[in-house]
C-alpha cells in the first residue's frame, strides 16, 4: 500500500480524475486528494472523499485543518500526481508561486510528481506553457503524461486532452515502482 496525493486543477477533464482516485484506492493505495478552487467549481470534494474514503483539502486556511496541514499533507505522499494540471497550475509550479493549498503543498513535496496536462491546444502549444513544463521536468524531474489529441469541450480539436485515467494510473504505478523497487512495477 502506498500513499497517493492527487491533485486536481481547474480544467473541465476534472470529472475524469474521480476515476483516477477511484482506481487508486481500489488497488489497495491510500489517496489524499487536494482541490483547487476552482476544480471545486466543477466537481465536488464530496464525490472524492467518498471514494478515496479521506477528508478533501480545498482550504489554505481552513479553520478545521490543524497547524500546517500544507507541510504534513507534503510529507505524506510516496507519489504525487496532478490530474487535470491547468496552464495556471503548471505555470505557478514552475516558478514557485505558492498563493494556494495545492501549489503551497507541492513546493514543499519531495516524492516524484507526474502531472497530466489537460487544456485547449492553443494554450498547450503556447511557447510560454511548453518553457514551463520544460522547467518542471528539467528542474524538478517531474514526470509528464502527455495529453492526447481529439476532441476539447471548447469544441476545437487539437492536442491537450488530458491522457486517459489508465494511462495516468499507470504512470503513477511505474513511478511508485521506481520508489519502492529501484526499478520497474508490478504495483
Ligand atoms: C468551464 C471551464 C473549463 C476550463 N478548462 C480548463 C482546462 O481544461 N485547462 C486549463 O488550463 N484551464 C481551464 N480553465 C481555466 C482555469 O480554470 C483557470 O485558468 C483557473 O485559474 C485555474 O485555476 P487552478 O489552476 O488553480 O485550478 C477552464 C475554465 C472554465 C470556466
Not at 480544467?11 to 475524469?16: D, E, F, G, L
Not at 476552482?38 to 482550504?59: C, G, K, M
Not at 500546517?68 to 503548471?90: G, M
Not at 488530458?162 to 504505478?173: F, G, K, W
Request: charged share 20%.
Amino acid at each position: 500500500m502506498a500513499r497517493i496525493l492527487q491533485g486536481v486543477t481547474g480544467s473541465i477533464a476534472a470529472y475524469k480524475a474521480a476515476e483516477i482516485t477511484s482506481r487508486l484506492t481500489q488497488l489497495g493505495h491510500e489517496v489524499h486528494v487536494i482541490l483547487t478552487r476552482s476544480a471545486a467549481e466543477l466537481v465536488t470534494p464530496r464525490t472524492f472523499s467518498t471514494l478515496s474514503r479521506h477528508p478533501v483539502h480545498t482550504d489554505l486556511w481552513d479553520r478545521t485543518e490543524e497547524f500546517t496541514e500544507h507541510i504534513s499533507l507534503a510529507e505524506l505522499p510516496d507519489v504525487a500526481v496532478i490530474a487535470p494540471a491547468t496552464a495556471n497550475t503548471i505555470g505557478k509550479l514552475a516558478h514557485g508561486i505558492a498563493d494556494e493549498i495545492l501549489t503551497t503543498t507541492l513546493l514543499a513535496v519531495t516524492a516524484p510528481v507526474v502531472i497530466a496536462p489537460a487544456m485547449n491546444a492553443r494554450m498547450f502549444e503556447n511557447p510560454v506553457v511548453q518553457a514551463n513544463m520544460a522547467l518542471l521536468r528539467e528542474r524538478l524531474s517531474y514526470r509528464f503524461v502527455e495529453p492526447g489529441s481529439g476532441y476539447l469541450a471548447c469544441g476545437d480539436t487539437g492536442r491537450g486532452r488530458m491522457a486517459e485515467p489508465a494511462e495516468i494510473v499507470q504512470a503513477v504505478l511505474d513511478a511508485l515502482g521506481e520508489v519502492t523497487c529501484g526499478g520497474g512495477s508490478d504495483l
